[in-house]
């Protein structure tokens, strides 16, 4: 079976194809400091730190265990982001390879918090 069998003989689907073939590998990030924006606005609305980047946002878009940007959204009458599908509208920064692991990046994110003063971030 190949991707003519599922449909994909456009040159749209090919050319993503061949994008993703042509890629080189990227490692995993681990540990993080990231800032979630609202796509349209470019509003800052968290900065966090976390150990393990990938599972820290799975807390906070995972709608199983309850999103906490989608609580955040839905508490806010301030905002027109739609809550039931938050991560459609907002996008992600981070910087990692932080020295001095939890210290390194609290400092970092503390920082961060002071100069951007992200919507959701209590002080």
Same mark, same amino acid.
């Given at each position: 079976?190949?991707?003519d069998?599922?449909?994909a003989?456009?040159?749209?689907v090919?050319?993503?194809?061949?994008a993703?073939k042509? %890629?080189?590998?990227?490692?995993h990030i681990?540990s993080?400091?990231y800032g979630?924006?609202?796509?349209?606005?470019?509003?800052c609305?968290y900065?966090g730190?976390a150990?393990?980047?990938?599972s820290?946002?799975n807390d906070?878009?995972?709608?199983?265990t309850?999103?906490q940007?989608?609580?955040?959204?839905?508490?806010d009458d301030?905002v027109?982001i739609?809550?039931?599908?938050v991560?459609?509208?907002?996008?992600? %920064?981070?910087v990692?390879?932080?020295?001095?692991?939890? %210290?390194?990046? %609290?400092?970092?994110?503390?920082?961060l918090?002071?100069?951007?003063?992200?919507?959701?971030n209590?002080?």
């Open positions: 079976m190949g991707l069998d599922f449909g003989a456009s040159t749209e090919r050319d993503y194809v061949e993703f042509s %890629k080189d590998t990227e490692p681990w993080a400091v979630i924006y609202d796509s349209r606005s470019g509003d609305l900065i730190e150990k393990w980047l990938i820290r946002l906070h878009y995972n709608t199983r309850g999103s940007i989608k609580a955040f959204v839905e508490s301030e027109d739609d809550a039931s599908n991560w459609v509208r907002t996008e992600i %920064k981070y990692s390879g932080i020295e001095g692991g939890q %210290k390194g990046r %609290k400092r970092i994110e503390s920082t918090i002071q100069e951007l003063d992200p919507r959701y209590t002080r």
